[in-house]
């Protein structure tokens, strides 16, 4: 096994592979933590027991949860809570209620007390301990923990022509899963997953391709609730396919443990898998996805210039990481000045 991380402004793509099989991948993104697992003190600002718990408030004036607990203090009470999901699919963080460590005193005001692990941390959780890392830059290199120095191997590029072509394959809705293809449509509610063929599939089709659909869906981090529609199979066998999809997950040891509810009325196989860390595509095209895309354009291309106009989610984006603006100094020697351009569609930016 090795873990594979390649460098970009503000941004360091982790691969874990066995016998060059992909069995992980997690974006870095050191200027922009999404906080899962960090440990704050946070303030009670307004309770909602209609959804079961409060609003709270957390280091910074615009950084708002919701912690869940329907027996919670007074609003304007500090209590430590643990982020237990980043923000995503259009919400903010989400919390647990914790007992104040020993030692910590609540104070007067909302802090973090204690950072929850990088994505690196995910990743090295599943490989041996001597399990080495492989790095293409040497800022990177030395932004890794002292305990991690022994490990790494410098190359010139972390990630070759096909481990480039098997990342930018998660990030297309179509995947090749064994004999089927699946399409994967993303929602705000939950995930659909559509099975298809070129030929006419049938019941076999369908259990072969539940192994690698199920390391597509960790590979991208899906999550919530997955809704997958078989191919090919008729409404009144759907539920025998429920035990295959059950032996498979358990096959594929997911660290985050997907659990298979079913089939629905209508036929469609229901999974859900726990919402820790954004999903892969959330990444890309947010706001601070897109505004990182920018830069490592800057970079790859030799674009010149150190005037950047885009629109102004990006801009805002790219003003709170400031990694990433450090990052593409040392690569360039560029230090860019922002501008915002209200009227400008997200795809329009310009460098000069």
């Known amino acids: 096994m090795e873990i594979r991380l390649a460098s970009a402004p503000g941004e360091i793509r982790i691969a874990l592979l066995k ?4 069995l992980d991948v997690t974006l870095w993104r050191p200027g922009a933590p999404d906080g899962w697992g960090d440990v704050h003190v946070v303030r009670i600002t307004a309770h909602a027991p209609h959804l079961g718990g409060a609003f709270v408030g957390l280091t ?33 963080l989400r919390l647990r209620a914790l007992p104040v460590p020993d030692g ?3 104070g007067t005001a909302p802090r973090l007390i204690t950072p929850g692990p990088t994505p690196l941390d995910d990743i090295l959780r599943q490989a041996p301990d001597d399990c080495p890392l492989i790095v293409d830059d040497a800022a990177l290199a030395a932004r890794l923990p002292a305990s991690l120095h022994s490990r790494l191997k410098r190359v010139s590029r972390s990630f070759n022509d096909v481990l480039e072509a098997d990342w930018a394959a998660l990030t297309s809705p179509d995947a090749s899963v064994g004999p089927l293809i699946a399409h994967i449509t993303p929602t705000h509610a939950l995930t659909a997953i559509d099975l298809d063929a ?34 090919g199979v008729r409404s009144s066998k759907r539920p025998a396919l429920v035990p295959f999809l059950r032996k498979a997950a358990d096959r594929e040891q997911d660290p985050l443990q997907p659990r298979i509810t079913g ?50 989610a990006i801009i805002r984006a790219l003003e709170a990481d400031p990694v990433a603006l450090e990052d593409l100094f040392h690569a360039t020697g560029q230090r860019l000045t922002l501008h915002s351009h209200p009227v400008s569609p997200s795809s329009c930016w310009s460098l000069s």
């Open 19 to 22: 016998d060059d099989t992909l």
């Open 60 to 92: 910074g004036p615009t950084e708002t949860g919701f912690m869940k607990g329907r027996k919670l203090p007074a609003e304007g009470s500090l209590v430590c809570a643990q982020v237990t999901r980043s923000a995503q699919n259009g919400k903010g």
């Open 104 to 106: 910590v005193e609540a």
């Open 198 to 231: 070129h030929q006419n599939p049938d019941f076999a089709a369908n259990l072969a391709c539940f192994g690698p659909l199920l390391r597509e869906i960790r590979l991208r981090n899906l999550s919530g609730t997955l809704l997958i529609d078989p191919a």
């Open 263 to 312: 089939i629905t009325p209508s036929g469609l196989l229901e999974m859900t898998r726990p919402r820790h860390r954004a999903p892969l595509h959330e990444l890309y095209s947010s706001p601070h996805g897109q505004g990182l895309v920018l830069l490592q354009r800057i970079v790859s291309e030799g674009l010149k210039g150190n005037q950047l106009h885009a629109p102004p």
